[in-house]
C-alpha cells in the first residue's frame, strides 16, 4: 500500500481542554453592550438565556478550559475525527502541494456542530434546565442540538425557518427521530412570531425570526434556556478539539506544519474549531501559519464588511458586538449554503481579523461547488454546499503552489458532508446557479444602513 | 472518561485478504445451471458479464484470497470502519448484555456496498473494461458502484426504478456528483426496456426490469461489464473483511467471543460480511457462535421459503442457483427497507442455513423503525430501515438476556445510516407504516408458482 491517506488517533487522544485564544490575543475583543441602553454589559445580563457555565467561559481569559468526562465520553462516539492526505486530489490537480482535511462529517448529524451542541446540553443538564430552545435554517444546527438533548435527557424546541420546514423535510425528520419538537417559524407559541404572522400569514419566515421566538421562549419561561450554534466566544471555544486533534495527526503523518490552513465561515465556529491551535502557535510560538476564512461573495462580511458594533438578529433583540458586518438587516441572496448566509462574524474572528492575525477571501458559489464536485469524484465524499467553499480556497492554493513549483502544506476543515444537500447539486448541475458576486453599490448600501455606535466610539466611552 | 465507546484499528490493519466461506464448508454449494437449457453451467458462461478474475474468485475453493493493495488503498478512505460498545442502549434496555455494532456507514456513499464495488470495479479495471452497467432501486448500490468507478475512471451506467428515480432523487443526485449515468428504467436504451414502455408507458419499473436492461447492454457491447451487488459468491466474499476486523476489535476490547451475531438479510452480503469470519471460527476451531440473518416479515424466504433452484432476477435470464426463495415471480410489499426486498438469498446462505449452520428471524418493519428509533435515540446514528431489522433483533435477545440474566454477548452489523432514508421515519412517525406479516396462504401460493428444478433432482442429475 501507498503513503497512508487516513491519519487516526486513539480514543485517549481526545483532547482534554478547549483552547481559549482570548488568553493569547493581543488585543482582547471589546465587551458586548446592552442592545437598548447601548452600555457594556457583565455577565449577569446573560443569565436568562444561558446556564451560568456558558456564560463563565464567554468572558474567560484562561487558556485552557478543561472538558468534562461526561462531554469527552460523548465526544468519544465520533471523535478523533480522522483526518486525511487527499492524494487523489493533488494527483487530479497535478499539484506539489500537500493536502490535508480534517473530516467532521462522521458526527451523527453530520458535521462539526455537535462539538459544541454536546457540551451546552450538558451544562444546561448539570443546572437542571429541562428544555433548550434554539433556531435553526436548514436544520443542521438544529439536528446537531436535537442529538445533544437526547445524549442528556433534555427537551428540545426548534424554531425551524418555514420555507425550510416546508421543502426541506429530511433534517426535521432528523430532529424528530432525536426527540426535539419541531416549529414551523414564524409560529403562534411566541408573541413574536403571532404579530408577524398577524402581518403576513404566508411569510417564509426568516433566520432572523426564528432567533426572536426561541429568544423569547427561553426569557419568559423559568425552566427553560437558549442555545446558539456559532458566534459567542464559548462556541468558538468549544470547537478547538478540531484543531487540536489535527495538530496530533499532522505529527503522527510525519508533516510539516501547515503553510496555509482554511475553513468555511459562516459566524466564525467552523473556522475558529480548527485555525485557533494553530493561531496559538503563531501568537506563542512564533509560527507564521495562515488561516484563512473562506466567505461567499454573498455575505463577504470580512472582505467588504465594516467594523462596527451590530446585532447578532436581525430584529435587534441580542447584545450588540463588535464585528464585522455587513449591516444585520443586510439579507445575503438565497445560496445553498445556508450556514454561512449570516451578515456578521463572531467578536474574537472579528479582532483577530482587524489585527492581521488571520486572512479572508471570498469565494463565489458556483466555483464552490465546481470544487465540490472535484473533490467528491477524488476523495469519495461529497461535501457539504458551506464545506465547498475552504474546498475552493484549498484549489486555488493548490493551483498557486503548481505556478510557483513550491511544496506548501494545505490543512482545511471539511465541515460536513452533503448527504441532506442533494438538491443543490441538482440545482448546480442543471445550470441553475447564478453568480452572486455583490456591486460595490450593493456593498454601499448594506453598510449605510448601519445605525449602531462605531468601535472607535465605544473604546472612547471605555477610556472615558 | 468511561470504558472505551469506540474501537478502532489503524490503516495496517485492514485486512490483506478476504475469506471463502466455501473452502470449509461441509457441503458445498450446488452450481448453477444455464437458465435456458437447464444444465450446470461453468465460468465461461459468465465471460460476457464480468470480467475473468471475478469470475475465477465466483469458482474459487481457495479459503484466502488476497486482496490488491490498489483496493486496500481505496477501502483506506473509510477502513478500517469503527466499532461501538453500544452503552447507551445497554443502560436504556436495563440489560445485562453487552451489545457491540460495526459501523459501515462511514463509507463515502453510507453503507457496506463499497466494499465489493470497489474490488469489482478493480478488477474490470484491470482488464480493460471501459464501462459497467447495474441496476439499482433506492441507490444504495448504484451510489456504491458509482463511487467505485469514479475512483478508476470506468463509466458507470446506472438503471434505477422509474419509481425511486422520480421520487428519491438524492441518490440519483449523489450517483450523477460522482460522475455516472443514471437512467430510469424502463428505458428507451434497450430492447427489454423498450418493450416494456410499448406496452406500459406509464409503468413504475421495477428490480427485475431494471437487472434485464444492464444485463442486456454488458451482453450486447463489448467494452461493458454488468455488475452485482448481492447474491454472488464473489460479493458476499469482499464483504468478509467486516467480520475480520470485528474479530481484531473485540479482541482489543478485551472482549468475549460474541454468543450471537446479526445481520439484516437481502441477498446476503450483508449478512455474510460480518457472520462469515465467526462462522469460521465455528467451522474450523469448534466454536459455537450463533449467527442470525434478519429478514423482513414481507419477504420472509429464509424462515418460509423453500430450498429449490430459482432464477436470480423476476424475467428468468440469470442462471438458476439453488436459493431459499419465494419464488422469482414473488414481489414483496413495498417497506421502506428497499434492500431487503428480494425474493431469494445467495447460494452459500442459503446451503449454510440448510445444514443448520445459520439461523435466521423475521422482523414486521413497525418492530423494525421502533428499534431505529430507539437505537438513534441511545446512540446518536439514525440507521438505515435495513439496519433496523438487525437492530430489532438485538433487542430481542438484549431483553432475552435480562429475563434470564445472564450477560451475553452481541454483535451486529449496522450496515449503512439513514440519512436518505429520512421520509420513511416520517411515514413512520405518521402512523402510516403497516404490518406485513405474510398468512400461510400467500406463502404457499408464492412457493406453488416455482417450476423451476427441485434440488433434489439436480442432486439426481449431478450424481447420474
Redesign the interface.
Known amino acids: 500500500?501507498?503513503e497512508?491517506?487516513?491519519i487516526?488517533l486513539?480514543?485517549s487522544e481526545i483532547p482534554t481542554h478547549w483552547y481559549n485564544i482570548v488568553a493569547d490575543m493581543p488585543n482582547k475583543p471589546l465587551p458586548p453592550l446592552n442592545p437598548g441602553t447601548q452600555e457594556p454589559i457583565g455577565p449577569e445580563a446573560l443569565a436568562p438565556l444561558f446556564p451560568m457555565e456558558l456564560i463563565m467561559q464567554e468572558v474567560s481569559q484562561d487558556q485552557m478550559v478543561e472538558i468534562p468526562?461526561e462531554v469527552?465520553?460523548i465526544y468519544?462516539?465520533?471523535r478523533p475525527t480522522p483526518m486525511?492526505r487527499a492524494r487523489?486530489l493533488e494527483k487530479m490537480l497535478d499539484t506539489p502541494a500537500k493536502i490535508y482535511y480534517k473530516y467532521e462529517g462522521?458526527s451523527?448529524s453530520?458535521s462539526h456542530k455537535p462539538n459544541t451542541a454536546v457540551p451546552q446540553a450538558y451544562y444546561n443538564m448539570k443546572e437542571g434546565v429541562k428544555r433548550i430552545t434554539t433556531e435553526t435554517g436548514a436544520g443542521q444546527w438544529g439536528s446537531a442540538l436535537s442529538?445533544a438533548c437526547?445524549?442528556f435527557d433534555i427537551d428540545c424546541e426548534v424554531y425551524m425557518v418555514r420555507i425550510s420546514y416546508d421543502q426541506k423535510?429530511?433534517?426535521k425528520?432528523?430532529m424528530?427521530?432525536?426527540?426535539a419538537e419541531v416549529f414551523p417559524s414564524p409560529s403562534e407559541k411566541t408573541q413574536a412570531g403571532t404579530q408577524i404572522l398577524a402581518q403576513d400569514p404566508d411569510t417564509p419566515g426568516s433566520l432572523g425570526i426564528a432567533i426572536s421566538e426561541a429568544v423569547e421562549i427561553a426569557a419568559t419561561n423559568d425552566d427553560a434556556k437558549y442555545s446558539l450554534g456559532s458566534v459567542l466566544n464559548h462556541v468558538l471555544m468549544h470547537q478547538t478539539i478540531i484543531g487540536q486533534e489535527a495538530i496530533k495527526q499532522l505529527e503522527k503523518a510525519g508533516a510539516d506544519l501547515p503553510d496555509y490552513v482554511f475553513a468555511p465561515f459562516g459566524g466564525g465556529s467552523n473556522f475558529a474549531g480548527i485555525s485557533f491551535p494553530f493561531l496559538k502557535l503563531n501568537l506563542t510560538e512564533g509560527k507564521n501559519i495562515q488561516c484563512i476564512a473562506s466567505e461567499p461573495t454573498s455575505a463577504p462580511k470580512l472582505t467588504r464588511g465594516v467594523f462596527r458594533y451590530d446585532f447578532g438578529d436581525t430584529v435587534g433583540m441580542t447584545p450588540l458586538i463588535p464585528m464585522y458586518t455587513l449591516g444585520h438587516t443586510f439579507v445575503p441572496a438565497k445560496i445553498h449554503a445556508g450556514g454561512l448566509r449570516y451578515h456578521g462574524a463572531g467578536a474574537i474572528v472579528s479582532q483577530l481579523l482587524a489585527d492581521g492575525l488571520i486572512g479572508a477571501e471570498a469565494i463565489d458559489q458556483l466555483e464552490s461547488f465546481e470544487a465540490g464536485?472535484k473533490f467528491?469524484?477524488a476523495?469519495?465524499?461529497?461535501p457539504a454546499p458551506e464545506a465547498n467553499h475552504a474546498v475552493a480556497s484549498v484549489i486555488r492554493a493548490a493551483e498557486q503552489a503548481k505556478i510557483e513549483g513550491t511544496s506548501k502544506t494545505i490543512l482545511f476543515n471539511l465541515c460536513g458532508?452533503g448527504?441532506?444537500d442533494?438538491?443543490a447539486?441538482?440545482d448546480y448541475?442543471a445550470g441553475n446557479l447564478k453568480r452572486h458576486e455583490m456591486s460595490q453599490e450593493e456593498v454601499d448600501s448594506a453598510v449605510s444602513k448601519i445605525d449602531t455606535p462605531t468601535v472607535e466610539s465605544v473604546k472612547e466611552m471605555l477610556m472615558g
Chains 1, 2 share one sequence.
Request: zero cysteines; glycine letters at 6%; aromatic letters at 18%.
Open positions: 500500500m501507498s497512508s491517506r487516513k487516526t486513539n480514543e468526562d469527552r465520553d468519544a462516539m465520533w486525511f487523489n462522521v451523527p453530520g442529538f437526547s445524549m423535510p429530511y433534517r425528520m432528523m424528530q427521530t432525536w426527540g464536485v467528491a469524484k476523495e469519495g465524499i461529497v458532508h448527504n441532506f442533494m438538491l447539486y441538482q448541475f
